[in-house]
């Protein structure tokens, strides 16, 4: 893993803003992991997701403040969360052996960003499972499909909270999108960056490399300044 710098985590976020959030949470981990993003587009979404867990920690720390709203009777909850006690273990699921039903076998694999991508436009729920299903298991046979999603559904690829509301004790669930909290919190730093990056050029006639250059810290300085 190598430590990233403003520049190419700006040039990250202007290549792939446009693109749907699978290709971004592969971009963002491509760029930690200094690999080719369609090699990362052909990781496991648990191994992709693990990075990025070390992307946002790198970046923005290990701790972060969440809000939700309690399914039960909308009591807003606000809650600080590790980041290093919730991510996925390990770096991959493990794939079982092969499942039988009778003499007949099946592979299946862990599903990757090329996957959710494919799905990506897919509206109705059921039908992007059965689309999503249809690239991971290798077979037409509807049992056999079926015992291999459960097994696909016991793999630690998904990152869920539970949560209990102090207010009326529901207890429940919720996933929590590491690519998609990531990026929200991304794309509102590098907003936040090039209005710095202009301010400063305007007011001193630097370059954004030479901006760029200056510390986090010394470009907020700047702009204080400059105001």
């Given at each position: 893993m190598r430590?990233?710098?403003?520049?190419?985590?700006?040039?990250?976020?202007?290549?792939?803003?446009?693109?749907?959030?699978?290709?971004?949470?592969?971009?963002?981990?491509?760029?930690?992991?200094?690999?080719?993003?369609?090699?990362?587009?052909?990781?496991?979404?648990?191994?992709?997701?693990?990075?990025?867990f070390e992307l946002r920690a790198q970046l923005f720390g290990d701790a972060l403040d969440a809000v939700t709203s309690c399914p039960a009777c909308a009591q807003r909850l606000e809650m600080r969360l590790t980041l290093s006690e919730i991510a996925p273990p390990g770096d991959d699921v493990v794939q079982p052996e092969a499942l039988r039903v009778g003499d007949v076998g099946v592979s299946w694999r862990a599903p990757t960003s090329e996957d959710l991508l494919?799905?990506?436009?897919?509206?109705?729920?059921?039908?992007?499972?059965?689309?999503?299903?249809?690239?991971?298991?290798?077979?037409d046979d509807p049992e056999l499909r079926e015992r291999a999603a459960a097994a696909l559904a016991e793999q630690p690829a998904d990152v869920r909270l539970r949560l209990t509301c102090p207010s009326c004790g529901h207890v429940w669930s919720s996933p929590f999108d590491i690519a998609a909290f990531l990026w929200s919190e991304l794309?509102?730093?590098?907003?936040?960056?090039?209005?710095?990056?202009?301010?400063?050029?305007?007011?001193?006639?630097?370059?954004?490399?030479e901006i760029l250059g200056l510390s986090a810290r010394r470009r907020r300085t700047y702009v204080e300044m400059i105001r």
């Open positions: 430590q990233v710098n403003a520049r190419q985590l700006l040039d990250g976020w202007e290549a792939v803003r446009a693109r749907p959030m699978p290709a971004r949470g592969a971009s963002l981990a491509a760029v930690l992991d200094d690999r080719p993003v369609g090699e990362v587009m052909r990781w496991s979404v648990t191994r992709r997701d693990r990075t990025l494919a799905i990506a436009a897919v509206a109705d729920p059921d039908e992007a499972r059965e689309a999503l299903l249809a690239r991971c298991i290798a077979t794309d509102d730093w590098a907003r936040s960056t090039l209005r710095e990056i202009h301010t400063i050029a305007y007011a001193y006639g630097w370059t954004e490399d």
